[in-house]
Nanobody
Framework: QVQLVESGGGSVQAGGSLRLSCAAS??????MAWFRQAPGKEREFVAA????????FYADSVKGRFTISKGNAKNTVYLQMNTISLEDTAVYYC???????????????WGQGTQVTVSS
């Protein structure tokens, strides 16, 4: 059984930075990803990384501002969020799946999510 626990969310002013963490236990799959769901919107892909090679992929909306990385601690993934904007307000979820994908259905296990609220 895989468990994913997100942390690091909170309130931040526009233009600021925040780092989210995802701690995974159990046998995780090939790739880890971050998705987010803003109020009244569908959940959307943010970024993904492979455990082995460190390949990454980003949504256009966060490219150049967010960075996904593997931690030194085993089974930890981070999402460094810089130059945060009001549109980044959402619940952020980490997920693990067998392929590096932007598609929600390709991920088998999900965390409970962590709230990020951006104020002006």
């Amino acid at each position: 059984q895989v468990q994913l626990v997100e942390s690091g969310g909170g309130s931040v002013q526009a233009g600021g930075s925040l780092r989210l963490s995802c701690a995974a236990s159990g046998r995780t799959s090939y790739a880890m990803a971050w998705f987010r769901q803003a109020p009244g919107k569908e959940r959307e892909f943010v970024a993904a990384i492979t455990w082995s090679g460190g390949s990454t992929f980003y949504a256009d909306s966060v490219k150049g501002r967010f960075t996904i990385s593997k931690g030194n601690a085993k089974n930890t993934v981070y999402l460094q969020m810089n130059t945060i904007s009001l549109e980044d307000t959402a619940v952020y979820y980490c997920a693990t799946g067998p392929r590096l994908s932007t598609v929600e259905d390709d991920y088998d296990y999900w965390g409970q999510g962590t709230q990020v609220t951006v104020s002006s």
